[in-house]
């Protein structure tokens, strides 16, 4: 492993050639649901990283 897979996706730099994701309105409920789920009152980084991932594999 590398040192810098130990980090939190927070303390990363953003891929250089890396694709943002706009999270469609379906998508950002279901981050809203899973931060809910886990009892914060709005999504985190790792809920929308989570929806928009979802979002790319139901999209292939």
Request: net charge positive; proline share 8%; aromatic share 4%.
């Amino acid at each position: 492993m590398t040192k810098e897979s130990n980090k939190e996706p927070w303390e990363k730099p953003a891929p250089r050639r890396s694709r943002h994701t706009k999270l469609t309105p379906a998508s950002k409920a279901k981050a809203k649901a899973a931060a809910k789920r886990a009892g914060r009152r709005y999504p985190s980084l790792v809920d929308n990283m989570n929806a928009a991932k979802k979002q790319r594999a139901e999209s292939r």
